[in-house]
Nanobody, 124 residues
């Protein structure tokens, strides 16, 4: 089992930045692909970003390309999401997830483990 705990969410003004962290316990993440997803009120969960276990490959949703950066530190069993130039439409609960896969995975149902999420609110 892998337990994932997100942190770093909060309230920020439009144009600001936040850095989300996801810490894992239970197993090493070194053989897991990692992803960030988000769910806004009244909307379905959507893919944000993913990174392969080796950090060799990343993939982003079009809505966050150029603004968000996913990274990981396998020595710390952690993954991060740097979010810059935040917009009100980025407001959502952000979830970290892990999938036992070599290539980046962008579809939520394929992920094996999920955190409980952290709230990000961007004010206009």
């Amino acid at each position: 089992q892998v337990q994932l705990v997100e942190s770093g969410g909060g309230l920020v003004q439009a144009g600001g930045s936040l850095r989300l962290s996801c810490a894992a316990s239970g197993r090493t993440l070194s053989r897991y692909g990692m992803g960030w997803f988000r769910q806004a009120p009244g909307k379905e969960r959507e893919f944000v970003a993913t990174i392969s276990w080796s950090s060799g490959s990343t993939n982003y949703a079009d809505s966050v390309k150029g603004r968000f950066t996913i990274s990981r530190d396998n020595s710390r069993n952690s993954v991060y999401l740097q979010m810059n130039s935040l917009k009100p439409e980025d407001t959502a609960i952000y979830y970290c997830a892990a999938v036992r896969a070599i290539v980046p995975v962008t579809t939520g149902p394929e992920y094996d483990y999920w955190g409980r999420g952290t709230q990000v609110t961007v004010s206009s």
